[in-house]
């Protein structure tokens, strides 16, 4: 269980993430914390034994800060929970700011997040690798459709149909440096493969020992943690590269 400056530590957080106004007291070993959401209040006390204790009314701060409560009494790693709840409302944002961004997309996403709240490692990684296919599908069909003469794209279809997402990303990659748009692609993101090639590696790969094991999984769930922040990053290049072959004509 964690200890009391841990809870009070994460609870700061996740104060600080909501924008409430906070007032910290002491009560002999009790820390005690009055949050304030516009006319809407609640109090949370952390123990010397680091049990949090969410009094008042009921109020949407105070039901938050139960929700709070019941994620921290499941958690290993209290401030982990801040970290998710962080990148969840970035991917939000992200998908609020992107034209057209993908629904399944985020929902797989954000359903990896809740996995790795619960513990659910294996869980979270799998839902993480789909959410990284899933993108990196939406992206070839879009480049597909914008390649210019028909023949080409029917052959580039074709040639793509029955290939793993693996053979059809390192196809997709080797159209992109031989056409036309080569340059302006660079151009527009750079590095864009070295920035997407490691992580999608790193989520098929995961994705792939859990979905097919043949040795106990061995995913430690702070590299899915620390992948899952790095996701964000990953669909900001790969949506700039759809958003530009929306918009583009692919000469092959």
């Not at 982990?80 to 970035?90: A, C, F, N, R």
Request: proline share 3%; aromatic share 8%; glycine share 4%.
């Amino acid at each position: 269980m964690p200890n009391q400056d841990q809870v009070c530590n994460t609870l700061r957080q996740f104060i600080l993430l909501k924008g409430w106004i906070c007032n910290e007291t002491d009560e002999g070993t009790t820390k005690r914390f009055d949050v304030q959401q516009g006319q809407k209040t609640a109090i949370a006390k952390v123990h010397s034994t680091g049990t949090l204790q969410i009094q008042g009314a009921l109020s949407e701060p105070s039901l938050l800060l139960m929700g709070l409560r019941d994620l921290i009494d499941e958690a290993q790693n209290p401030s982990e929970i801040i970290l998710l709840m962080q990148i969840d409302s970035q991917i939000v944002e992200v998908g609020k700011q992107i034209t057209g961004f993908d629904p399944i997309v985020l929902q797989l996403f954000r359903e990896a997040i809740i996995c790795l709240k619960v513990n659910a490692v294996a869980g979270a990684a799998i839902l993480l690798g789909c959410a990284s296919e899933r993108s990196i599908r939406v992206l070839i069909e879009v480049y597909t459709n914008a390649i210019s003469e028909p023949k080409n794209r029917d052959r580039f279809r074709r040639e793509i149909s029955a290939k793993s997402i693996f053979r059809a990303y390192e196809h997709l990659k080797h159209s992109i440096r031989s056409s036309k748009n080569q340059s302006a692609v660079d151009n527009l993101v750079r590095d864009w493969v070295a920035q997407i090639d490691a992580l999608f590696t790193f989520y098929r790969v995961c994705r792939n020992d859990i979905g097919h094991p043949v040795c106990p999984p061995d995913v430690g769930r702070v590299a899915v943690a620390a992948n899952l922040a790095q996701f964000v990053m990953y669909i900001q290049v790969i949506y700039r590269l759809i958003a530009y072959f929306s918009v583009t004509e692919v000469i092959l």
